[in-house]
T-cell receptor, first 110, second 115 residues
Framework: GESVGLHLPTLSVQEGDNSIINCAYS??????FIWYKQESGKGPQFIID?????DKRQGQRVTVLLNKTVKHLSLQIAATQPGDSAVYFC?????????FGKGTMLLVSP | DTAVSQTPKYLVTQMGNDKSIKCEQN?????MYWYKQDSKKFLKIMFS???????INETVPNRFSPKSPDKAHLNLHINSLELGDSAVYFC??????????????FGPGTRLTVT
């Protein structure tokens, strides 16, 4: 299930489940959005991006959905694997820099 | 063939000291960044820099200064270190397309501990 802990929201799933990580962004002028994955001790790594002229984009096992009406972004991971365990960040950009969201920790149990 | 590299990976120092963190990218990107990640994993942009302009997050103390000897390097100098500067610092780079940022590539991070 999903919970809000003292620091990071955490989503715990079983291996093989589908995971959905949500993000609310703040700037209605933002037109570019990215999801990053950060494993322990490493820098954030690009997963998938989407521009505001789209509402859905698919990659390998991942799908990003964008709802501009409610300023909501989601990342869906199909058939989640233990290697997907990490902190996931959404980021938005309106012009020159990216603004990162708070991050969600995904924990995948075998 | 590391894309974005940072040195050192760990840095432990005392309050009041001055230190530098180095960053190099071999991607040919024209824009580089420094981020600070606190203990709650919150990532905050500190600087973005390309050959045209330096954009500074106004909340960053002026004890922090970026220095770019060339397009492939953006070093971070920190003067008079304080306990609150303890964090992980990430360098990143990207290529602007038509004046807009594309995806950013991050370095492995430098964990700074101020004692």
């Amino acid at each position: 299930g999903e919970s809000v802990g003292l620091h990071l929201p955490t989503l715990s799933v079983q291996e093989g489940d589908n995971s959905i990580i949500n993000c609310a962004y703040s700037n209605s002028a933002s037109d570019y959005f990215i999801w990053y994955k950060q494993e322990s001790g490493k820098g954030p790594q690009f997963i998938i991006d989407i521009r505001s002229n789209m509402d859905k984009r698919q990659g390998q096992r991942v799908t990003v959905l964008l709802n501009k009406t409610v300023k909501h972004l989601s990342l869906q991971i199909a058939a989640t694997q233990p290697g997907d365990s990490a902190v996931y960040f959404c980021a938005e950009s309106g012009y020159s820099t990216l603004t990162f969201g708070k991050g969600t920790m995904l924990l995948v149990s075998p | 063939d590391t894309a974005v590299s940072q040195t050192p990976k760990y840095l432990v120092t005392q309050m009041g000291n001055d230190k530098s963190i180095k960053c190099e990218q071999n991607l040919g990107h024209d824009t580089m960044y420094w981020y600070k990640q606190d203990s709650k994993k919150f990532l905050k942009i500190m600087f973005s820099y390309n050959n045209k302009e330096l954009i500074i997050n106004e909340t960053v103390p002026n004890r922090f200064s970026p220095k770019s000897p060339d397009k492939a390097h953006l070093n971070l100098h920190i003067n008079s270190l304080e306990l609150g500067d303890s964090a992980v610092y990430f360098c990143a780079s990207s290529q602007e397309t038509s004046g807009r940022p594309d995806e950013q590539y991050f370095g492995p991070g430098t964990r700074l501990t101020v004692t």
